[in-house]
């Protein structure tokens, strides 16, 4: 019931009287769907253009597409990178429904193409802070062990890094990682690392698309800080059985497309599992340990009419790891997902999501007197409601709702021996809504200037049954709870509400270069807690409360793009600047896990994060790839640490170069490789110390946060693709296709520092000396074959 207002006002907008839309009398819809003609998936950002009136229209994340044309004749050229153009005379004396499979391109040379949208979308797009790595791109560069990683790649462009290997999740423009909205077809994730961190829980075999928004974030979304990774699966080829896989070096996977109707219903299931545990079962010494992860995708597709389009979605996911009876340590995602997408009419359509997502993790000591079981978590429950409306050929609207309920389970110790020294613990579990409604404006002003604009509205309630507390006591030191106060089951302990403006702008200069700038409100409500160098599996989510307040940010950007050559080739500069309200960071030694006075231990104060971002890319020819580098500053002051005086965070890095190669050799054969450098980040050494009977005590003077760095990270990777000949394959599959990826991760055996860590030296005694803690500090190659039928 809570849509009924909502769908009483789309009715309105798009009735019989157009009385809002203000089209011309004279002008009709032409819309459709466009589809790979191979395996009927949606052409996400697939363009309609009309050139001898200038206007156009891309196609959604359904490849549904919508363009109000005058009445008449009008030649109309369909394309996707990719995929060769159709260009149809349609003539328009209504609205006029025209869907259309384009078929991938047959390229008759050894080049390639690593671009996956329209060729001039960067400079005649109004988005900007928008990184699109096309998944056959993602699996042409070098990855770690072989496994072809949608994160590990994002950290190849411009504004994205991460702290260093082993570090779970990313950061973006100077964000935390928690400021990240991470979405599988609309399901949020909140943690998107396998085997902590090394590598990402999506499985390449099932994601149609990836999207990565830095700036000029839509209206549409909101919940975070930084950025919007956006990752859809495949819908499944309604057509045709397909077969894709993969057995390397780390783990195997598996991908089944099944139609169940033709052309209407099909089926994905993929699957991936890791097999570390059972190599360590051929080793009589570790046997009994084990360290493996597992993820299993599956999705249904169903046309139901012309106008309708149901899919469900769901994961499951998890990583274990266990020393005999020493320990264990178990994290996974699990989520379901159901989207339906429905045309009302030529000019209106809507998409109907809902989803639960959970993330839980658990460590424990099996038996013995340390013995014990500890879990936490966090669920949530969406629904979302948006709508387009294309009132015009220069004009469309994006409107609706959301609402999250969340639930939080801080931790729940229990004894797993009765000589364990462990009593029962639970910590008070907690809940929230968060609600949000939007409308965005889609505008083309003139031939050279267009408009996206709107306004979302979030609000939060903390709710109840709890006891919440004040906190009283100095900054920088661990606070005193008062004043308790108990609230009951639902009831509202505390409620927040933030208008998030959006509006983003390009102008174009020439045909092939424009200027762009965006200004986006972000608010966030839920904070992972988290004060080790590397955010870690087991770090605790939190809602707002009583003392926690919502994270709030402005940014800026501004921003240049050319291309050169008909597109072959494409550039840009953006410059940004954001700052930061309520961030959270905390005391020395501060107790984050099974505190049930875990806000006694935070602290609260302001961010900032300015930099530049230059991207230059070569999209065709034999030798392919792009070059990256982020010049940026992130930093935090807060009352209690560093004196009040305003501190670099932990994942400050002032340079941040990436260089991407792809070189076909020859029709069989491709070489990559990639190089990465960046400023080592931000820690907090000694800088003194104190002797006390003989043990050396060090000591920070002054009260500084982050006052080293340590050594600058650089490595290069190489990879070589060698495609299988065609058609060799068994008499059931006629469209078998192979390939053997080689590849070298850290290829000159850098040991670069995860940290470092201070120590007597042992053979100068009383001397204190530096030691280098390294992930990798080798050459790591691997092998992985891979299958297609």
Partial sequence: MRWLPLLAVTLLLAGPSRALAQAPAAQFTLSGALRDAATGEALIGATVFVKALAVGATADENGLYALRLPAGTHAVTFSSLGYAPQTLTLTLRGDLAQNLTLRAQQVQTDEVVV??????????????????????????????????DVVRSLLLLPGVSTVGEGATGFNVRGGTIDQNLILMDEAPIYNSSHLFGLFSIFNPD????????????????????????????????????????????????????????????????????????????????????????????????????????????????????????????????????????????????????????EYDYGLGVPEGAQGFDWKAGIRSYTLKADFHLQRSAGSALNYGASTVFYQFAPG??????????????????????????????????TSRLSAQYGLRVSAFDYLGAGTIYDYTGPDGRQKTPINPRTFGTGEVIKRYANPEPRASLRYSLTESSSLKASYNRMAQYIHLISNTTASSPLDVWTPSTTNVKPERADQLALGYFRNFKNNAYEASVEVYGKQMDNQVDYIDGANTLLNQFLEADLLYGRGRAYGAEFYL?????????????????????????????????????????????????????????????????????????????????????????????????????????????????????????????????????????????????????????????????????????????
Avoid: C
């Fill in 206 to 357: 099932a994601v149609r698309d990836v999207k990565l928004v830095k700036g000029g974030i839509p209206a549409q979304y909101g919940g975070r800080l930084a950025s919007l990774l956006d990752v859809r699966l495949k819908d499944g080829n309604p057509q045709r059985l397909g077969v894709t896989g993969g057995i390397g070096t780390v783990s195997s996977r598996l991908a089944v497309e099944v139609p169940l109707e033709k052309d209407k219903t099909s089926l994905v299931l993929a699957g991936r599992r890791s097999y570390g545990d059972l190599f360590l079962k051929l080793i009589p010494a570790q046997r009994d340990n084990g360290a493996y992860f597992y993820d299993f995708t599956a999705k249904v597709s169903h046309q139901l009419t012309p106008n309708d389009r149901l899919s469900v979605s769901g994961y499951l996911g998890r990583d274990v790891f266990s020393f005999g009876q020493q320990f264990r340590n178990e994290f996974g995602n699990r989520f379901a997902s159901v989207g339906w997408s429905h045309g009302f009419n030529s000019r209106l359509s809507g998409t109907f999501s809902g989803s639960a997502s």
């Fill in 412 to 445: 729940t110790v229990r004894p797993t021996d009765p000589a364990s020294i462990f009593r029962p613990l639970d910590l008070q579990a907690q809940q929230g809504n968060e609600y949000a409604a939007y409308l965005d404006h889609e505008h083309t002003l």
């Fill in 617 to 789: 890319k070569k999209n065709e020819g034999r030798l392919t790839g792009w070059l990256s580098y982020t010049l940026s500053r992130s930093e935090r002051q807060i009352n209690g640490i560093n004196n009040g005086n305003w501190y670099v965070n932990k994942y400050d890095k002032t340079h941040y170069l990436s260089l991407v190669g792809i070189y076909a050799l020859s029709p069989r054969l491709t070489l990559s490789g990639t190089f990465s450098y960046s400023t080592g980040i931000a820690a907090t050494f000694p800088d003194s110390r104190f002797e006390y009977q003989g043990l050396i005590l060090p000591n920070v003077n002054g009260n500084v946060r982050n006052n080293y760095r340590v050594p600058a990270y650089h490595r290069l990777d190489l990879a070589a693709t060698l495609q299988g000949r065609r058609g060799r394959g068994p008499r059931w599959a006629p469209k078998w296709e192979t390939n053997w990826v080689f590849s070298v991760y850290n290829a000159y055996g850098r040991r670069n520092a995860y940290s470092i860590y201070f120590r007597e030296n042992t053979d100068r005694p009383g001397n204190t000396e530096a030691v280098r803690l390294a992930v990798f500090g080798t050459v790591l190659p691997a092998v992985t074959y891979n299958f297609s039928f």
């Fill in 115 to 148: 671009r996956g949208r329209s060729p001039d979308e960067n400079v005649k797009s109004t988005e900007m802070g928008v990184s699109r790595l096309d998944i056959r791109t993602i699996r042409l560069v070098p990855a770690l062990l072989g496994e072809v």
